[in-house]
């Protein structure tokens, strides 16, 4: 007999780091996200490899049969596995999984939304000077044409007055998504970053730090701890991301992070103004038009001897087209419109093309820095977009 | 905004179409009722696993107990007569149909 072996249950949401605009949880809204965290934790340890084997054994013989030759690529992979019971099951279960994270997540946090408002405001006007709202910053038509990863209202609906709840709602959400594996306060992105710049430049102390769709700044906070000195900006074009990442920092003790309403593609900032410009997973959620944009305003803004790093899934050349497949899932059934392509493009071409020194190009990873009791992705199966592992590009000016 | 509105508002859609997976559409829907309710069932006996260790925590119980403990006869028939009961609200709507079709026998 094989001894069985375990899978360790995902932390309990009780474990999610606590600040000063955390929502009051009961025990029901708790033990909902407890359970959708295990769910998704068992769908991409146990269930997801299913797929592989219905691939295997019965729907790609049965494509050879009819057409003589095997799917030629992940669309033909995809109209094949559509018409399987065990793919359909997995999928339907998948989708249902994000639309209850949602509703969880909606079900917590706009039953409180006022207060969380007024909780948001004091914080904010306490240290008012670095939170820069700008509402002639129009939502761009990539991000407002559909409710990103299955988001009602996307990161924008105000449903009252100087509104918070779509940030609550993300941040509440995530750390049941993701398992713990990006950290308590699923910052794990940003503390690899730092840690990358900390090793590939050591002793270097940038002026000045820009993230790029910072959103409640998860991954902004980090910079800031990691360089006190130097002035730290985030831009985002969604106003309730920034109000409740400025008050979420103001009760960590940063207020002096600068959160920012700007398009990332036409930033209100001076020629040569930033050392360190990076982003974490804001990327593969702008167009194509607009993803020339923004490495065109990072070449703008990045100072000499400065660099730049962006963070998201690996693309996918080098992959097999069943695992191209598998990830493709996103853009076709949780509302990311933009993956496909992200993870299609030669981001180092893109950056030459805005002039950037082949030499000065690079591609590296960065793991997750999370707290010693959660779960590190080495002990983790990926899940296809939610790991806490990254592809990053970069590149020094 | 009263308690309905804001039950629309946390219950709404993201924009976009719902896909489907399976041939008959209805099999996605009622999977997803399957699943939300799989889900407040884990809620159910989450909340239950408290009360249970918070009276044991207090004293006032010994999980042990539970395990243990066998219905006398009248508890039993109690028992017995709620899961009739609940199992016929359950599948009143094959009792529905049965019913239909006598009728049209007639
Ligand atoms: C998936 S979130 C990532 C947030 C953050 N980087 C993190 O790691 O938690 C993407 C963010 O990009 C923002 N965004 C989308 N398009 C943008 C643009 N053109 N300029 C600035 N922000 C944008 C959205 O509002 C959203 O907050």
């Not at chain 1, 007999?1 to 899978?7: I, Q, S, V």
């Not at chain 1, 269930?47 to 992940?74: K, S, T």
């Not at chain 1, 990103?148 to 509104?163: F, L, Q, R, T």
Request: aromatic share 10%; hydrophobic share 40%; proline share 4%.
């Amino acid at each position: 007999m094989t001894r069985a072996t375990r899978l360790d249950a995902a932390p309990p949401w009780s474990e999610v780091g606590e600040h000063a605009m955390s929502p009051t949880a009961t025990h029901d809204e708790i033990a909902r996200f407890n359970f959708l965290a295990n769910f998704n934790k068992y769908m991409s340890n146990v269930v997801v490899a299913g797929n592989a084997v219905a691939y295997e054994r019965r729907v790609a013989p049965h494509w050879r049969a009819q057409h003589g030759v095997d799917p030629a690529n992940r669309r033909e992979i995809r109209a094949a596995m559509s018409a399987d019971a065990y793919y359909q099951l997995w999928s339907a279960l998948r989708r249902s999984g994000m639309e209850m994270r949602q509703q969880a997540g909606r079900s917590l946090v706009l039953r409180q939304m006022q207060a969380l408002r007024d909780r948001a405001r004091e914080l904010n006007a306490a240290c008012a000077a670095t939170l820069r709202l700008d509402n002639s910053i129009a939502i761009p038509p990539y991000q407002s044409e559909l409710d990103n990863h299955c988001m009602p209202g996307s990161y924008y609906a105000e449903y009252i007055d100087d509104d918070v709840s779509a940030a609550a709602n993300y941040d509440a959400g995530m750390f049941a998504t993701t398992t713990g594996l990006f950290g308590r306060y699923l910052d794990g992105a940003g503390r690899g970053t730092a840690q990358w710049l900390s090793r590939s430049r050591p002793g270097w102390q940038p002026r000045r730090i820009l993230d790029l769709g910072c959103g409640l700044g998860h991954n902004l906070l980090p910079l800031a701890r990691a360089y006190p000195e130097a002035e730290v900006v985030g831009v985002d074009v969604a106003a309730p991301m920034l109000r409740y990442g400025h008050s979420r920092a103001v009760g960590m003790g940063l207020g002096r992070v600068i959160f920012q309403q700007a398009n990332a593609e036409r930033l209100p900032f001076e020629d040569a103004s930033f050392d360190f410009i990076y982003s974490t997973m804001f990327l593969h959620e702008t167009s194509h038009a607009a993803l020339r944009n923004i490495f065109g305003e990072v070449r703008r803004l990045l100072a000499p001897g400065g660099v730049q790093l962006h963070l998201e899934q690996p693309p996918y050349r080098g992959m097999s087209d069943f695992e191209q497949f598998l990830r493709d899932w996103d853009c076709h059934y949780n509302n990311e419109p933009f993956w496909s392509a992200l993870h299609e493009t030669h981001l180092p071409t893109l950056l030459a093309e805005k002039g950037f020194a082949q030499a000065d190009i690079f591609e590296t990873e960065i793991h997750a820095i999370v707290e010693d009791e959660m779960p590190k992705v080495a002990t983790a199966v990926e899940d296809f977009g939610r790991g806490g592992l990254w592809y990053a590009c970069g590149a020094a000016a | 905004m009263n308690e309905l509105d804001l039950q629309k508002l946390i219950n709404a859609a993201a924009s976009g179409k719902r896909p489907h997976f399976f041939g008959d559409h209805d099999v996605d829907r009622l999977l997803s009722i399957v699943w939300a309710m799989a889900a407040e069932l884990a809620v159910t006996r989450e909340r239950l696993d408290t009360v249970e260790r918070l009276l044991a925590e207090r004293a006032l119980l010994d999980r042990a107990a539970i395990d243990a403990y066998r219905p006398d006869g009248a508890a039993a028939a109690e028992r017995g007569q709620w899961q009739i009961e609940y199992l016929s609200r359950l599948l009143r709507v094959l009792q529905q149909e049965v019913d239909a079709l006598r009728r049209e026998e007639r």
